[in-house]
C-alpha cells in the first residue's frame, strides 16, 4: 500500500482497486459556443486545469490503471431529457439546440466530445451520462465492479456540480474517494474551494482531497 498524503488525512492507495474517473472534460464546458458559456458562464476559467489534468492522466497511464472519461450528454431524440433540464434557466441556447459545435449536449456532436488536449486513448472507457451524477442511468457501477475498483480519484468538471455529484454518489456506493483538487474547477472558483472544504470537512464525510503531484508520487513509490 502506498500512502497518499492528503486532507483531512492520509490515504492508503491500493494500486490493484483504484480508478480515474475523469468528469466531462468536454468541448461543450470548456470552449466557447458550447453548453456552459450558454448558461452564462466565462468557460476560460475552466482550461487553466489541462496541463495538471493530463499530468494526472498521464500518471494512471503509466501504470497501466483503468481510467474512465464520462461525457454529460443526451441521446438525439433527446428521450432522456427531462423537460425540467431542458427548460431551467433563460440560456441562448438550450440542450439540443444547433450551436457552433453542433446540437448542445448531444451525443456524437462536436460539443459533447472531449476536448482534444485529454483524449482518451485506445482502452480507455468512455461513459455517457444523462444527469450531473456518473451513476445515475449509467452502466458505471457494473464497470467499477467487473474492475474490482474500491478507490475513484475524481478530476473534471465542474467541480461542485458533476464531480461532486459524482463523488457523492460514489461515496455513498462504498467507494473511497478522492478529489485533485488541481484537476478540478468551476465557473466560480469560490465554489471550487468551498466544495473540497465540504468533501474533506466532519472526517472525510465525502472523501479525500490531493493535488496531483502528491497522487502522482504515491501511485510511482
Ligand atoms: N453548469 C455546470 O457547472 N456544470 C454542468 O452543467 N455539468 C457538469 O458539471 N459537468
Known sequence: ?????????????????????????????????????TLGNDVSLLRAI??????????????????????????????????AKRDRGNPDLRIGDEGPMGRILVSGQDGADIIPELYPIEGEIVIDKPGKGAFYKTDLQDTLDKLSIKQIVFAGVTTEVCVQTSMREANDRGYDCVVATDATESYFPHFKSITIEMIIAQGGIVGWAADTSSIIEALDE
Open 1 to 37: 500500500m502506498a500512502i497518499l498524503q492528503a486532507q483531512p488525512f492520509d490515504f492508503e492507495i491500493d494500486k490493484s482497486a483504484i480508478a480515474l474517473v475523469m468528469i466531462d472534460m468536454q468541448r461543450d464546458f470548456i470552449e466557447p459556443g458550447g453548453f456552459g458559456e
Open 50 to 83: 489541462i496541463p495538471k489534468s493530463k499530468e494526472l492522466l498521464n500518471g494512471f497511464r503509466k501504470h497501466n490503471l483503468p481510467i474512465i472519461h464520462t461525457r454529460e450528454c443526451h441521446k438525439p431524440d433527446l428521450s432522456d431529457l427531462p423537460d
